[in-house]
């Protein structure tokens, strides 16, 4: 097995999700292991640019597996995005003697370290970090199943004052591009209806059903609505046009927003992150880059960056 790399450094770039602490200790337990060295890299693309460098061993990363977000933090870098800052970033490695980059974040992370790769021969490995699940490559994203999780909560207990005094509610979900977790979690809470940026059902279909609800003896009704739902132009637009065109239902709007994004990672997540990180570290030291690591079939597996980022996922 060839192995001429004797230092990886890691970062976590874009938004973060659930997983992520677990997946950077995992790296660099890997590291330690394998007797490679490992570095911090502090806030994504732009620390890497600032040289915003830290040394970590297996026991600076003791106590984390359960934290949600990233000890590491995370930015989105405008200046990463030319050429001079991907110098500057460049150098730093270089500087550090860093052999390779593990890369934890969304298909804008693994755009930056495609292109980083493209430019400078610099071994890349991505982890898919984000709670859309809207990677290619994989069936499950780090920090997608703690947010279902957190959603179907919330849901169960926007039920309750649905229940309790006959409204209907549009409960909003993160998911700009794919509507994966307003499905799963609609499914799970049992919603009357789900949109998502995937269907353009329409207004009149949505109050059709409604109506339909409404006279089938239901006195409440929850609604599961995707950020980038295109039937109407926002969730509170939803809200108007059902007052208007529907009796019978007090409609209220609850927007879930961040915190979909915390809390402590599930089981699922942490053990994902724990698998991803190890196939990520000896991925490098067998030699491979700019790659993803991804869950299919219960394994382990491969995909090419740029498939990663421009495949559609299902």
Same mark, same amino acid.
């Given at each position: 097995m060839p192995n001429r790399i004797k230092k990886i450094a890691v970062l976590t770039s874009g938004g973060d999700s659930p997983g992520m602490n677990a997946a950077i200790r995992s790296v660099v337990r890997t590291c330690a292991y394998h007797d490679v060295e490992c570095i911090g890299i502090y806030q994504?693309?732009?620390?890497?640019?600032d040289d915003e460098f830290t040394a970590l061993d297996a026991r600076s990363v003791k106590g984390i597996i359960?934290?949600?977000g990233t000890f590491l933090k995370s930015a989105r870098s405008q200046e990463f995005r030319t050429k001079e800052g991907r110098e500057k970033a460049h150098k730093n490695l270089l500087k550090h003697n860093i052999d390779a980059l593990?890369? @934890?974040g969304g298909d804008g992370s693994f755009t930056g370290g495609l292109v980083f790769n493209q430019?400078?021969?610099? #071994?890349v490995i =991505? @982890? #898919? =970090?984000? @709670?859309?699940?809207d990677i290619y490559g994989t069936t499950h994203t780090l920090g997608f199943d703690t947010a279902l999780n957190t959603v179907v909560d919330a849901i169960d207990k926007i039920r309750d004052t649905a229940s309790s005094h006959n409204r209907l509610f549009?409960?909003?979900?993160m998911g700009r591009d794919v509507g994966h977790i307003a499905l799963n979690a609609g499914i799970a809470g049992g919603a009357e209806e789900i949109l998502i940026p995937e269907e353009d059902l329409g207004l009149d279909r949505l109050v059709d059903s409604l109506n339909k609800s409404r006279k089938s003896g239901k006195t409440s009704s929850i609604v599961v609505v995707a950020e980038g739902d295109k039937i109407g132009k926002n969730i509170f637009e939803l809200k108007e046009y059902v007052d208007q065109n529907m009796e019978g239902y007090d409609v209220r709007v609850s927007v879930l927003g961040h915190m979909q994004r915390g809390g402590a990672p599930s089981?699922?997540?942490r053990v994902l992150a724990s698998r991803m990180g190890v196939k990520a570290v000896e991925s490098l030291l067998e030699g491979k880059t700019n790659y993803m690591v991804g869950l299919l079939d219960s394994k382990m597996e491969l995909t090419p960056l740029e498939k990663a980022i421009k495949g559609k996922t299902k």
């Open positions: 994504g693309y732009q620390g890497m640019i359960n934290k949600g593990v890369v @934890i430019e400078f021969g610099f #071994p =991505g @982890i #898919p =970090g984000t @709670i859309d699940n549009f409960i909003e979900v089981c699922f997540d």
